[in-house]
């Protein structure tokens, strides 16, 4: 379903009753007469403004049947049990290792020492059984004492204490006197002028020094200064020159890039062209009858050397009453017996290229319904990440003897948005032998479908029905259109377990609706 998610978001100790098309746990489970499960939220956006619906699963014949919302039932045995599932409290992330049931589940909040509780002095939260500490070293407005004058003040307002109310906080003398310290008190303006009127001549060699150094911190800045403004010239040169360089290899380069991508669209199209020529020696395929004629001569080749093997037989058997030569009628025997073995070898090879050529005819369907075994899974998708085989095409099939020929394509480590964390499952239209009987464009509904090799129920389907604007469906005009589907069709994560993977084996169906078509 594309629908919101409306189940339940809570984490389980284990594997819970989930929804069908998510991990969130059912929310007021309800039954559907196929058998399968939904959230009660789910059931408006599923029939939206029909007054019928189907299954959002369809995972089989029974999912397909449309039904209205009178025949959906609370499942009441689903919901006890999601209510007695174990499930994390909700401050296990701040330490709880409770896990009580679903239904029990807000009494323990209730009562949890690890539920956040606010500080009743700075307000900040904490969890309850860390309140106390939080009181004592924690707490911004936590009392502590002063160095100075020991007077108990909140740790916030200490700073500002010590700057301007702490009577006993020791001052510098506000002209830079080295050593010199006066308490902050009630006497301590009488304090200030004392002390500057017993260290004027102290304080004019303070100030008479401070002005020279600032004079000598001038002289060295107008000298960086001086000095960063050739090192700016200079760096101007220094990109200008760059620059020109730049410009100058761009003049060189652009015309070797127009060759380099010349030759390699040149590259590119013969490419293709022997790729096309591969498919048409494919597809021209010998029929069976050529390949019972090539058994015949082949059958018909042996009985003529057993005849001349046995003619050899009785010659040597004859000996020289034979009427001629022992020596000379064997080796003309002989001869020819060598010539028929060489013809008997060639139509053997040429048996065998056209055995090979009828096994890929025998695997093609003509119900619309496509049966893919890929072996060796691990070694086909390494070789895709490699890209020595970026793709997989199946072995045609038919909706019909005289229907649409189309085949699917699999990018075992995926292509586009799936690459390298889905595998992408596309569906190809193929020009066939009666195009020109048949309507344009395709417009059957096609369903592609990833096998459950454990349970036999949890198939991964997607099912489209044909855009008829798209250049994929037209008639073709070439061997095959453009290939359509899913670019994340399941991820790797999901296909490698035993439910989909088996014996380094993956099982392929694609299934084309081939009602309605007329027939030749």
């Not at 106390?132 to 020991?150: L, Q």
């Not at 062209?273 to 009858?289: A, D, F, G, T, Y």
Request: glycine share 4%; net charge negative; charged share 25%.
């Amino acid at each position: 379903m594309n629908q919101a998610n409306f189940g339940y978001q809570r984490t389980l100790t284990s594997t819970g009753t989930n929804k069908n098309d998510s991990t969130l746990v059912l929310r007021n489970a309800m039954q559907l007469p196929c058998g399968h499960q939904i959230c009660e939220p789910c059931i408006d956006p599923l029939f939206g403004e029909s007054d019928n619906a189907t299954c959002p699963v369809k995972d089989d014949e029974y999912c397909e049947q449309p039904f209205p919302k009178n025949q959906i039932h609370k499942d009441m045995c689903t919901r006890r049990e999601v209510m007695s599932l174990p499930v994390f409290c909700e401050y296990s992330k701040d330490g709880c290792k409770e896990t009580p049931l679903w239904k029990n589940l807000k009494k323990h909040i209730e009562e949890c020492e690890y539920r956040p509780v606010e500080c009743n002095e700075c307000q900040e939260k904490t969890p309850l059984n860390n309140l106390a500490n939080h009181k004592e070293t924690e707490c911004s407005f936590r009392v502590v004492v002063c160095d100075h004058c020991s007077q108990n003040i909140p740790h916030c307002q200490m700073q500002s204490h010590l700057d301007h109310d702490c009577t006993e906080y020791p001052l510098n003398c506000p002209n830079g006197c080295e050593n010199v310290t006066l308490p902050r008190n009630e006497g301590v303006i009488t304090e200030v002028e004392k002390h500057q009127v017993k260290a004027t001549d102290q304080h004019l060699m303070l100030a008479l020094s401070f002005s020279g150094q600032t004079s000598d911190e001038n002289k060295a800045l107008h000298t960086e200064i001086e000095e960063s403004k050739k090192e700016i010239e200079e760096l101007k040169l220094i990109i200008q020159q760059l620059h020109q360089d730049n410009q100058r290899l761009k003049e060189e380069i652009t015309p070797l890039v127009k060759s380099v991508t010349k030759d390699m669209k040149k590259k590119l199209v013969t490419l293709t062209e022997r790729l096309i020529n591969l498919e048409r020696m494919v597809e021209h395929q010998p029929k069976r009858e050529v390949l019972e004629k090539q058994e015949q001569a082949i059958s018909s080749l042996k009985d003529d050397i057993k005849v001349s093997q046995e003619q050899i037989t009785q010659l040597e058997r004859a000996g020289p009453q034979g009427g001629r030569s022992q020596a000379l009628v064997p080796q003309d025997v002989k001869n020819q017996l060598k010539t028929n073995e060489k013809q008997m070898a060639i139509q053997d090879i040429r048996l065998a290229e056209l055995d090979l050529r009828f096994q890929v005819l025998e695997t093609a369907s003509y119900d619309g319904i496509l049966m893919w075994k890929i072996r060796d899974y691990y070694r086909r998708k390494q070789e895709a990440k490699s890209g020595r085989t970026l793709s997989l095409y199946s072995q045609p099939f038919y909706t019909s003897r005289t229907g649409y020929k189309m085949c699917a394509r699999v990018y075992l480590n995926g292509d586009g948005m799936g690459k390298g964390t889905h595998l992408s499952l596309f569906f190809v239209v193929m020009r066939g032998e009666y195009d020109a009987l048949l309507p344009w464009p395709f417009q059957q509904k096609v369903s592609l479908m990833l096998l459950d090799q454990e349970t036999f129920r949890r198939h991964v389907c997607d099912t489209f029905q044909p855009d008829t604007t798209s250049s994929s469906f037209k008639r073709p005009t070439t061997e095959m259109n453009v290939a359509t589907g899913c670019p994340l069709f399941i991820s790797h994560s999901v296909l490698e377990t035993k439910t989909y993977l088996n014996d380094d084996t993956i099982f392929i169906k694609v299934k084309v609706d081939s009602t309605n078509i007329p027939v030749p």
